[in-house]
């Protein structure tokens, strides 16, 4: 048996970095940057109005108000994506649209609601300082500012920031394709009806879809039974399609907790066997030419959990990004816990993130196999050998388990 911190080094240790792979930035939603990105100009690349009206000296301003209005001849016209024709000078105006370059000449915009025009002619009924209304050259990030950083999530704003710039497409790591073996004679696909003694397949379920949450690319394989030669085979079948395997169930000390045994036949090296923790303790990790296989409990809220102890901190790995990992936050109990073990716990809570973090410990009792214990959680807390938690006692815990 070895500790969780131990069991997540065999893991790391044994984990290798995806290669990139070049991407158009449509394709690019929720992948991960492999490179640096910095801005090829500064941006905006010209001077520009950030309103539509009239560009001008502010010197011809002073004293302007409705009372007592400057006047200008308009000598040109101007709009976004063209260039004046025309340069300001003293007692003169060109007409500017929103985005548009601000003429050689002017150092300020008048506002259109501030003016009156009368053929070429343009009544100003206020006073501006020099580069009033005046969006300057490189003010958003100069030629060459960072923009982006190697390990970021490409979100909807990042896009646009790689758009801004004129990539069209970006380079990103490749995703985890990341193989399910869901063990078990117990095990039924959901969509049927429910056999006497059989039990529905959500650990199947629950690890593809938290996958895909997590920015990997899970594969179902077949249901494997309690038959050592058929998992083998499900593991031999899958080796060579996936970057890591996960399985659930079989890995206990039952008659047919065959797994482990069937991992040894079909090449791999274990690493560990059993973790020191609740729930979830009988799992063990082990590798085959550099390709890790992490086998789960077969109790629900078990096998989550230690995916989220253990397989989480592989994929934060294996793609660069931290953002993925989870992270330690401090918070106030608002709920006891007050059973006491021998192991480390993990539980699952709800947290609320308002003032200050409040943790909510909604099921006191938490088995391994109740699903329900899941739906209101979005955090895991440790509860420390020999110990309980008190109500509004600090804690730390490991922040949202959802995205």
Known sequence: MVSLEEAQKYLLDNSRK????IINICDSHKRVLAEDIHAPFDNPPFNKSPLDGYAVMAEDLENASKENP?????????????????????????RIMTGAPIPDGANCVVRQENTEIDGDVVKIFESLKPYDNFCYKAEDFKAGTKILEEGEILD???????????????????????????????????????????????????????????GADPVIFNLAKDDSQGIQNAMEQA???????????????????????????????????????KPGSPMFGAVKDGKLLIGLSGTPVAASTTFELTVRPILSKMINCNEINLKQIKA????????????????????????????????????????????????????????????????????????
């Not at 990341?178 to 529905?200: F, H, M, N, R, S």
């Not at 060579?240 to 395997?245: E, F, G, S, V, Y």
């Not at 659930?248 to 690493?271: F, M, P, Q, R, W």
């Not at 006891?336 to 410990?361: A, C, D, H, M, P």
């Open 18 to 21: 995806m290669d990139t792979e």
């Open 70 to 94: 400057a006047i200008f001849k308009v000598i040109d016209k101007v709009y976004a994506g063209y260039v004046a024709k025309e340069k300001v000078t003293k007692n003169t105006a060109i």
């Open 156 to 214: 909807s704003s990042r896009v646009m920031s790689l758009a801004s710039l004129g990539f069209d497409k970006v380079k990103v790591y490749k995703k985890v394709r990341v193989g399910i073996i869901t063990t078990g004679d117990e095990i039924q696909t959901p969509g049927t009806a429910l056999k006497p003694g059989k039990i529905y397949n959500s650990n199947g379920y629950f690890l593809y879809t938290r996958l895909i949450e997590l």
């Open 239 to 277: 080796f060579d399609k996936c970057d890591i395997l996960v399985t659930t169930g079989g890995v206990s000390v039952g008659e047919k907790d065959l797994v482990k045994e069937s991992a040894k036949n079909a090449g791999y090296e274990i690493l560990f066997w059993k973790v020191n923790i």
């Open 332 to 403: 106030i109990a608002e709920d006891e816990f007050t059973k006491v073990s021998g192991k480390r716990r993990f539980l699952r809570v709800k947290i609320e993130q308002k003032q200050e973090n409040r943790v909510y410990i909604e099921h006191a009792y938490q088995s391994p196999g109740q699903v329900h214990t899941m739906l209101n959680s979005n955090a895991i807390l440790e509860v420390k050998p020999k110990t309980s938690i008190k109500k509004l006692s600090l804690i730390h815990i490991s922040e949202p388990t959802r995205p």
